[in-house]
């Protein structure tokens, strides 16, 4: 997968901002656990990710992590290069949730581009949107949503992200994903497997009646 694989507009730019670009773009592979971004930090530029997840997310002035979205291969993270938004200002910071192989793309540079070529303009915007939307939904379901649906939608989003229905994940892990306590998700998980709707055991859960998790979700 290269630069221009990320693009839909790629073949509406000029030959010049191609080149621009793929002479920018730098390679990177980081382990897991790397943070790629501080949300108080420097503006990175795009992360473009070729193989791996990472995993956007805020901090409370409590210090509660609550992830507002993830990304996987194909995806283009923005946040890591809002500043050259006009008027955005979100301190989202990102690490890579798996071991990921990524193109990053400086942002004084896509943002000069960008302000030049309405077609890369406008697909900017609509993938800001589009994150936007999925933080709003966010922002929906911590609103109107228990504790018990929304750690029965991430069981199941987790699962079919994996391909398994035995998830190595640690209850701080799943607190940090949703935006609360782990004694609370201890506490609902106990409770899951008390109603054999899953099966825990040392850093792992295990999904056994998906159906009921899906009724419980919905």
């Known amino acids: ?33 790397t943070l790629l971004h501080n949300g108080s930090g420097e503006c990175e530029g795009l992360f473009c990710i070729r193989s791996g997840q990472l995993r956007a997310f805020i901090i409370s002035d409590e210090g509660r992590e609550i992830t507002i979205y993830r990304l996987a ?4 993270c ?31 540079v896509y943002k000069g581009i960008m302000e030049k070529s309405a077609p890369l303009s406008n697909f900017t ?53 949703l935006g609360t306590a782990r004694e609370v998700v201890t506490r609902m998980l106990r409770y899951f497997q008390s109603e054999k709707l899953v099966v825990l055991s040392r850093g792992e859960v295990g999904l056994s009646d998906r159906k009921k998790l899906e009724a419980l979700s919905a």
């Open 1 to 33: 997968m290269q630069v221009e694989d990320f693009f839909p507009v790629w073949s509406q730019l000029e030959k010049e901002q191609k080149e621009k670009i793929m002479s920018a773009a730098t390679e990177r592979t980081v382990p897991k656990g």
């Open 73 to 76: 291969d194909r995806d283009i």
């Open 78 to 108: 923005l946040f890591s290069a809002s500043c050259m938004l006009s008027g955005v200002s979100f301190e989202v910071s990102v690490e890579a949730e798996k071991d990921t192989e990524l193109f990053v793309i400086p942002a004084g």
């Open 125 to 177: 915007n609509r993938l800001m949107g589009e994150r936007f939307s999925e933080v709003m939904w966010l922002i929906d379901e911590i609103l109107w949503k228990g504790i018990d649906k929304r750690l029965a939608s991430f069981l199941l989003s987790e699962s079919a992200m994996e391909g398994s229905d035995t998830l190595v994940i640690t209850h701080e892990k799943i607190a940090a994903h």
